[in-house]
């Protein structure tokens, strides 16, 4: 079946615009996360759901960072008002429950 | 907090030749182990994951890990490497405590010679 999908692929923006970053999930799978992977390091957690709740956001780094996931399927990670720092890869996985996440290409983000 | 230490920055080894990247996580309880590799381009993929039971797993495409409690740690082996294992490849710790955030090694980039 079909896997995690993210778009855009590939995002250039420029200093303080909004982003939006789409995650379409593994069709039936309960729980969604966000990681955040920076170049020569390995992912970074930013927030998790299950269903439509938001069980943790403790790794949001700062409130220009969001996250929804209204019907408890497609997520959306909101950065408002982006920085050069805010550059990195952003990474989805969904689960059926539990630890074992599947990951989706991810969604370059370069803020010029 | 948990975290997870892999040593090697960079390994290359010839195609045929044994294999085996290093983990070390601290965490206080015992700890959901996973080992994820990502290709050029792609999304990270799920080798194999310790949970409980035997701490030898065996994982896709040959792979195996060893649960060392006392060593605090969880290396990944393959006997014989082929080139298209030439990738990085990343430990992770779950935390467990009603939270399903991995923390995640630096990784290790392993270059494969023919």
């Known amino acids: 079946g079909a896997g995690v999908s993210q778009s855009p692929r590939y995002k250039v923006t420029k200093r303080g615009q909004d982003v939006a970053l789409r995650c379409d999930p593994i069709?039936?799978?309960?729980?969604l996360y966000w990681y955040r992977q920076a170049l020569g390091q390995g992912p970074e957690f930013l927030t998790y759901?299950?269903?439509?709740?938001?069980?943790?956001k403790s790794g949001l780094p700062n409130d220009r960072f969001s996250a929804e996931r209204p019907e408890g399927s497609i997520s959306t990670l909101t950065i408002q008002r982006t920085e050069q720092r805010d550059s990195a890869m952003y990474r989805c996985?969904?689960?059926?429950?539990?630890?074992?996440?599947?990951f989706g290409p991810g969604t370059r983000l370069t803020v010029t | 907090a948990q975290s997870v230490t892999q040593p090697d920055i960079h390994i290359t080894v010839s195609e045929g030749a044994s294999l085996e990247l290093r983990c070390n996580y601290s965490?206080?309880?015992?700890?959901?182990l996973f080992w994820y590799v990502q290709s050029p381009g792609q999304g990270l993929q799920l080798l194999l994951k310790?949970?409980?039971?035997?701490?030898l797993v065996q994982g896709i495409k040959g792979f195996e890990a060893e649960f060392k409690r006392s060593q605090s740690s969880f290396n990944l082996r393959k006997p014989s490497v082929h080139w298209s294992d030439a990738a990085e490849y990343f430990c992770?710790?779950?935390?467990?405590?009603?939270?399903?955030?991995?923390?995640f090694g630096k990784g290790t980039k392993l270059s494969v010679i023919p």
């Open positions: 996985a969904s689960s059926l429950q539990g630890y074992e996440q599947y």
């Open positions: 069709s039936g799978h309960v729980s």
């Open positions: 759901f299950n269903y439509e709740a938001q069980q943790d």
């Open positions: 965490y206080g309880a015992t700890p959901y």
């Open positions: 310790y949970f409980s039971g035997d701490t």
């Open positions: 992770a710790v779950g935390a467990g405590a009603g939270s399903y955030q991995l923390t």
